[in-house]
């Protein structure tokens, strides 16, 4: 008899997820299960509770009932064990503006415990994988917004994250940024991804899952 | 985990450079104490000061002028997400109070550095009491600091955070005022300095910023939760 083959444990899962903030509930209901290494892509309208469900995914909010479990963590209570392991990308680059894109870098880098050689290594091949290089020493100030989110990119994936929550990853990006930002953070890299987007025809072929939430209405998982 | 005092030496480090950069808050707190005390001598019409009076006028612009920083010391966090950035890291966040009280330290001392030596020239007849004042400054600075960092990071999400500062600070640093204007009027005595309950009044401001040292520590995680 052949051995049984160990099945991974999933590396997310939701059940009966709720956050309301004040009497508007943002989410009502959300249920997922998704394999590590899988693509969830999210849908749904403004307001829909999509950026919601990233940042409590990425431990920034507390759900308000049911249950989250993020690779392996059960959240909120085990939060802390999970940090470092995610990979984030909002609205906000999360980048200070008066500090080269090198010293945010370096910055996030250090927090995240790598420094040194190791740390400045990490650092140019990012770069130079976002096509940044020349533009590593300018000010976050004085970079384009395209420029920016390819800078927001080599962050979130800079400390070799094991999940990735993705909030519209293409914004701002030109072609060619798009392409450089897939090798960083496209399903290539084989990571487990959550995507929040507005442009299915983009991420829809690259999805395992698909997950809808509407505003008002019970997410619907495809 | 990343190690606490990594944490610390990146966040202070990330802190001085964008001050050192931009010159944000420093200017803004120096010109305002110099200002102020242009006031006060035309204001008082004397060209000397002594006791109780001077050191009312030194810790009453000390304290206005640090308002300024504390108000702004969070500030970088709120509007280019660096909270989201340090509650996505493996580190202890009271790594964030301690470095955020540090770099207000070092804002305060470079703040005395112009401003006391001008309080001098304008009220003092001599310097002999600027080298034990130093403790009191010492001492004061880092309660201040201490509840400064406290105060700010718990003012910064409000919009109104200009506002809120100075009306939740100011009824919180009155127990240091009074220790460190009551350790500050003897050494600024009439025919120089004395030493009465200088000692009682350093022991108050130690007390004082034992906490507040300890309080943050105790509630930053807590204040950085959702």
């Known amino acids: 008899m052949a051995p049984e083959q160990e099945v991974p444990p999933p590396a997310i899962v939701l059940a009966g997820l709720r956050r309301d903030f004040g009497e508007r509930a943002a989410l009502d209901g959300v249920g997922v299960e998704l394999a590590s290494g899988e693509t969830l892509v999210v849908l749904g309208p403004n307001g829909a509770g999509k950026t919601t469900l990233l940042r409590i995914l990425a431990t920034l909010l507390r759900p308000s009932g049911g249950e989250v479990t993020v690779l392996g963590c059960a959240l909120p209570r ?8 995610i990979g984030y990308l909002g609205h906000e680059p999360l980048l200070y503006r008066d500090l080269s894109g090198r010293e945010n870098l370096r910055f996030h880098a250090r ?3 790598i420094a040194g050689d190791e740390a400045e290594a990490r650092i140019a091949e990012l770069l130079a994988a976002a096509g940044m290089e020349r533009r590593g020493d300018d000010r976050v100030a004085e970079l384009s917004a395209g420029m920016r989110q390819r800078l927001a990119i080599c962050r979130c994936v800079l400390h070799r994250p094991s999940l990735l929550l993705l909030d519209e990853p293409d914004s701002n990006l030109d072609a060619e940024g798009r392409e450089l930002a897939h090798g960083l953070i496209g399903p290539g890299a084989g990571l487990t991804r959550v995507v929040v987007t ?21 997410a619907a998982v495809a | 985990m990343t190690p606490s005092r990594t944490a610390f030496a990146a966040i202070l480090a990330k802190d001085l450079r964008a001050e050192l950069r931009t010159l944000q808050s420093l200017p803004a707190m120096a010109i305002f104490a110099v200002t102020t005390f242009v006031i006060f001598r035309f204001g008082l019409d004397r060209t000397q000061l002594s006791g109780d009076l001077a050191s009312g006028v030194l810790w009453a612009t000390l304290l206005f002028a640090a308002v300024l920083g504390i108000n702004r010391l969070f500030v970088a966090e709120r509007e280019e997400g660096g909270f ?18 540090t ?7 470079a703040l005395e550095l112009v401003a006391v030596p001008v309080f001098a020239l304008f ?44 009306l939740i600070l100011l009824p919180l640093v009155v127990p240091l005022m009074i220790a460190a204007t009551g350790a500050t009027d003897p050494l600024l005595a009439v025919g120089g300095p004395g030493y009465g309950r200088f000692g009682t009044w350093l022991m108050v401001l130690g007390l004082y910023d034992l906490i507040f040292v300890l309080l943050g520590y105790a509630v930053f995680d807590f204040l950085l939760e959702d």
């Open chain 1, 78 to 85: 085990e939060a802390w064990k999970l940090r470092g392991q």
């Open chain 1, 111 to 113: 927090l995240h415990g």
């Open chain 1, 198 to 218: 507005h442009d299915p025809e983009r991420f829809l072929p690259e999805a395992d899952q698909v997950l809808r939430l509407g505003v008002g209405e019970r």
């Open chain 2, 84 to 101: 989201d950035a340090i509650r996505l890291a493996p580190i202890d966040r009271s790594a964030l109070f301690a470095a955020k009280a």
């Open chain 2, 103 to 109: 770099a207000l330290v070092i804002y305060l001392l």
């Open chain 2, 123 to 166: 009220f003092l007849d001599s310097a002999e009491a600027l080298g034990p004042l130093v403790a009191v400054l010492l001492l004061a600075d880092l309660g201040l600091a201490a509840t400064g960092t406290l105060i700010s990071s718990m003012a910064v999400n409000s919009r109104a955070r200009d506002l809120l500062v100075p």
